[in-house]
């Protein structure tokens, strides 16, 4: 059985790279966002869909639903598939988070904050394990890092660890994996970022490349230099 696995479609802060890890803000697709669904239309089993899942976020939700049609299965939310949670740096551009995690690292978590990259990281993980307890085909709804993460490890190379800045997900570009190989792909993310943990940072290390979409990488930013200060229009959203 398969899952299929998308990131919701374009706002109006994804647009501008802006960061929204509350759900409580009602954030909707743009025009753009909902055009852009047809695409998925052509790709997705929509008249076999077993179970739709999402997170509790409105912009989710609004991709499903419109995904969904009518008549369909019930919209199952989960929280664990949440955005992550970016504490002051809320509502703000991309860039500002993305120095500060630069500076502090994947483990700390940032002011105001209830979840660290990874800790949140391994919620979004545990969410996509869970969608397998609901009868299949599935559709899961989320967001950017989630859908970030798993192109990254589709694309590792042998023995790559897991970096700080991954490249920008799609929207509304299904990731069609079957149950085993969530499975498999899930632990070994999980093993990855246990690796993680135990991995020194130091000062001295590789740059972190950071891209836009799937283009050439637009900035370097090297691993723990508070000093750095790219341009703003250099950074991805998470």
Do not use: C
């Not at 929204?20 to 055009?35: A, F, H, M, S, V």
């Not at 299965?73 to 703000?92: H, I, Q, S, T």
């Not at 130091?202 to 891209?211: F, P, V, Y």
């Amino acid at each position: 059985m398969t899952t299929y696995i998308l990131r919701h479609g374009q706002t109006d802060y994804s647009k501008r790279y802006l960061v929204n890890g509350d759900p409580t803000k009602q954030i909707l697709l743009t025009d753009e966002g909902r055009q852009s669904l047809g695409r998925a239309w052509n790709v997705l089993p929509l008249h076999s869909v077993a179970t739709w899942l999402t997170s509790e976020f409105p912009r989710a939700r609004q991709t499903a639903s419109l995904l969904m049609g009518v008549p369909s299965p019930e919209l199952v939310v989960d929280a664990r598939l949440n955005e992550l949670d970016y504490g002051e740096f809320e509502g703000k551009p991309f860039l500002e988070y993305a120095a500060w995690l630069d500076e502090h690292g994947p483990r700390r978590r940032p002011p105001g904050a209830a979840e660290s990259q990874h800790e949140g990281i391994r919620r979004l993980l545990t969410g996509v394990l869970a969608a397998l307890e609901h009868p299949a085909p599935r559709v899961l709804v989320g967001h950017g890092l989630l859908v970030s993460v798993l192109h990254w490890h589709g694309d590792r190379a042998t023995g790559e660890p897991m970096p700080l800045f991954f490249p920008e997900a799609p929207y509304i570009e299904p990731l069609a994996i079957g149950d085993d190989d969530l499975s498999l792909l899930v632990t070994e993310l999980l093993d990855d970022l246990e690796s993680a943990a135990l991995r020194e940072i130091t000062a001295g290390g590789d740059a972190s490349i950071l891209r836009i979409g799937e283009g050439p990488a637009v900035a370097t930013v090297d691993a723990v230099s508070p000093s750095h200060s790219p341009d703003k229009k250099d950074l991805p959203h998470a």
